[in-house]
């Protein structure tokens, strides 16, 4: 995996993805407006984030084996959540929301980079999510949330009052995201940076059955 710096920001490279489009509020090759005006119904801080410009979104395609793409879609993950750590500093940065669109993927390319990033980022008080094309969930009072039009990763600050439940199969990482501070930290540190060595770090992780 390459990692380099540029303005500040780590920046990886995209693996196996091909860049559809780059970062922007406001994309022209995926069609999100009205996904996103109905999630807003769900999530509280969704609509003030767009209202100020800080929902961003990267697109990106699918271009390779599965086990690289997995690799590319960490990777573009890396990119997201230091750019959301730069602006959690900035005016209004707790309502910061990042989004890596994946084309051409279903949910089992999104499950490892998810996992991990979580880890990752969680201690520093980032929350990922995980959204597959087509997948109908609900919500924590039952109702159903929108289907997603494209499968993407979403980075935001975390809520650290509200996002323990959804953490209650990672009790660890759940306490970690109630206390977490960043405080600059190289969330690498001690971690391996090759994409076969970081599953195989994160894999004890994994709840026990």
């Known amino acids: 995996m390459i990692i380099t710096h540029f303005d500040g920001a780590l920046r990886p490279s995209a693996g196996a993805l ?78 910061a929301c990042e989004n890596v669109v994946v084309l051409g993927v279903d949910r089992e390319v999104l499950d490892w980079p998810h996992w991990v990033l979580k880890h990752l980022y969680g201690p520093v008080g980032l929350m990922f999510g995980k959204f597959s094309v087509g997948e109908a969930t609900r919500d924590r009072y039952g109702r159903f949330i929108p289907v997603p039009p494209v499968s993407f990763l979403p980075v935001r600050v975390a809520v650290r009052s509200r996002d323990a439940r959804f953490l209650r199969r990672t009790p660890d990482l759940s306490a970690a995201v109630a206390v977490a501070v960043d405080d600059g930290r190289d969330v690498f540190e001690g971690i391996p940076h090759e994409w076969k060595e970081i599953k195989q770090w994160a894999h004890p992780l994994l709840p026990r059955q």
């Open 18 to 95: 091909r860049l559809v489009e780059s970062r922007t509020i406001s994309p022209k090759t995926v069609d999100v407006t009205e996904y996103v005006e109905a999630v807003a119904a769900h999530c509280p801080y969704v609509a003030p984030s767009v209202e100020r410009g800080l929902t961003g979104w990267t697109v990106y395609e699918a271009a390779g084996a599965a086990g690289h793409v997995e690799a590319g879609v960490f990777q573009a993950g890396v990119w997201a959540a230091e750019w959301v750590r730069l602006l959690g500093h900035r005016p209004y940065g707790a309502l």
